[in-house]
């Protein structure tokens, strides 16, 4: 939670915060709120990205901060991970995190200034601190080696047709070595979409591994194609429990 009190007071360009902490449902709901710009309003200025939709994404990647001196950008990874469920709500957007079913989403925004960060955790919680980090960094390496992307977060539509939808989702994954791209709940992706990624992108960038997971069978074949695997099945991918419906 001090983590996410030290971004507002590092980023939101406010002038109140506020910290609260209740019991709802026998669980533990931690806030943290400001007055200030707004993450993802911040986020897709420092970065330049076409809208704050996008700034989710590129936020869920990790290693994104908008003050590199101050920051590494692994706070707001790490925390979105540890908790059951995690909720960063701006004016316009909302980033939706439930580790309890292992999805995210992106929702309606509070209609009102500044950031909200929402944290609930099970006081029974058999959730390990550094199991956590350990699926994602190295432990003689400093910084966050391996990321997890949620495809669905890229999503302007049911379907995935164009370069442009598979760039803006690599944007900056280069900076890991191993990247988990999640699949779940998405339908279909076209081929432009998949040879952007798996041949165009990681012809680019052979330092960084792309893991595909959680993909229906459609998704897999389009995959294994522009992989230039066609025929190879979802589970020749690392991708052993997609599911079968």
Known sequence: MTEMLNNAIDHSEGTEIAVTRRDTNGHLLFEVSDDGVGALHKVRQHFHLSSEREAVLHL???????APAKHSGQGLFFTSKLFDRF?????NHSWFVDNTRGDQAVGPGTGS???LVQMELDPGTTVE???VFDRFVDVDAPDLQRSKVGIRLAEYGGDFLSRSEARRMAHQLA???EVELDFSGVTTVGQGFADEIFRVWAAQNPDTRL????MNEDVAFMVAWGTGRA???GSEFGD????TD
Do not use: M, N, W, Y
Request: with cysteine; net charge positive.
């Open 113 to 115: 200034r500044g950031t």
């Open 175 to 177: 900076v890991f070595e």
């Open 60 to 66: 869920s990647k990790g290693r994104q901060t908008t």
């Open 129 to 131: 601190l550094r199991k």
């Open 211 to 214: 893991i595909p997971v959680h």
């Open 240 to 243: 052993e429990d997609r599911p």
């Open 87 to 91: 909720a960063l709500r701006c004016e």
């Open 231 to 233: 025929g190879a099945s």
